[in-house]
């Protein structure tokens, strides 16, 4: 088999998009997303609707993503896919999907495990942007994950931390919530906290030893504090609005910063690298580039729509298990709590 023109296909299907991509060698051809919209107004992912809805999007996610790369389907020489961790119903739809047409083309099927897909999508070749050398830190922070990683190669990895309950897009979802902005919050979050007050008001952090993370403290403290102040004054919420979400931002980001540097502390480990959809916070991506000055780091972000859920990074290590001839069988399961 040629591993020197080598075309795959990614599909990702673990929470609520449906993904598909195409790689050549290291680079994207396409990058196709379907993001559910109905949970919005659920306030969450409803895992019912959302392995329904993968059934709809999937065909037209993955002719869009060939189309897209200007490719057939007779040009692949595999299919990855995400085999999890993630919701069962919607990683069974994925996992179907790609064995039968691996199965159809008669070519290699390759799992992904989606959490080491977050932390390879820094070797997806992009303009501009450097690749982490081995050993790193990856953290990875999103509505789903909330982990630190240390990386001594592509598939030498261990969690080295990680959340005890809430991820941290849960924290900034739940709060959100309870300030009554719309499903997900922390976009708005984010863009509120730039006008306000970091530290108009001031919530404890979690006391929680060595790496690992809790969120639902600090949820459970904002709400307490926003039922006293609205008891108060009716109008506290909307009054104070930007600065509450500023305090809040600060609080997470010191969390997540607290035990970045203890993790660095630890290893000696001064590359440090994040992903997932809370990687777009500006606060976060600040507090890392003052790092870099500070503490002598070197930090990675990878491309926003490499970072969220994506199949390009589903293909990504598709391709790179694929140069390792690494396969799986077509008895493969999807795997709901897949560990790293
Ligand atoms: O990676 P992602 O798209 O999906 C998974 O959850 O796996 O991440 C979505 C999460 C949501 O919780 C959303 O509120 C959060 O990422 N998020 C942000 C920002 N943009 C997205 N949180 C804080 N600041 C942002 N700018
Ligand atoms: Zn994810």
């Not at 994925?94 to 959490?115: C, E, Q, R, W």
């Not at 994506?310 to 290590?317: F, G, L, P, R, Y």
């Amino acid at each position: 088999m040629s591993k020197q023109n080598v075309y795959i296909l990614g599909i990702e299907s673990s929470c609520d998009d449906t993904a598909a991509a195409v790689i050549h060698n290291g680079k994207i051809l396409s990058n196709m997303i379907a993001s559910q919209k109905i949970h919005e107004m659920y306030g969450g992912v409803v895992p019912e609707l959302a392995s329904r809805a993968h059934q709809q999007n999937i065909v037209p996610v993955v002719a869009q993503a060939l189309a897209k790369a200007n490719i057939s389907k007779d040009q692949l020489q595999a299919i990855a896919f995400t085999r999890g961790p993630g919701l069962m119903g919607s990683l069974l739809v994925g996992t179907s999907f790609a064995k039968s047409i691996a199965y159809g083309l008669n070519i290699p099927l390759i799992d992904v495990n989606h959490m080491q897909a977050h932390i390879l999508a820094h070797f997806i070749d992009e303009e501009g942007l450097n690749k982490p050398p081995f050993p790193f830190l990856a953290m990875t922070i999103s509505g789903g994950h909330t982990q630190i990683v240390k990386v001594e190669n592509y598939f030498d990895m261990k969690v080295i931390g990680e959340t005890i309950d809430d991820a941290v897009g849960e924290a900034f979802d739940k709060s959100g919530k309870i300030l009554g902005l719309g499903y997900p919050a922390g976009p708005e979050i984010d863009r509120r906290a730039a006008l306000g007050s970091p530290k108009a008001f001031k919530f404890t952090k979690p006391k929680v030893d060595g790496l690992n993370f809790s969120f639902s403290g600090l949820k459970t403290a904002i709400l307490y504090f926003i039922q006293k102040e609205t008891k108060a004054n009716k109008n506290f919420i909307e009054e104070n609005l930007n600065d509450i979400c500023a305090s809040i931002q600060y609080t997470i980001i010191g969390i997540l910063m607290d035990k970045l540097k203890l993790a660095s502390k630890q290893t000696g480990i001064k590359h440090i690298a994040i992903g997932g959809g809370v990687s777009a916070n500006s606060g976060i991506r600040q507090a890392l580039k003052d790092s870099e000055q500070k503490f002598g780091w070197t930090s990675y972000v990878p491309k926003f729509e490499f970072t969220t859920d994506n199949a390009a990074m589903i293909a990504m290590v598709g391709y790179l298990k694929f140069l390792e001839s690494d396969f799986s069988e077509q008895n493969v399961t999807a795997s709901a709590r897949l560990k790293i």
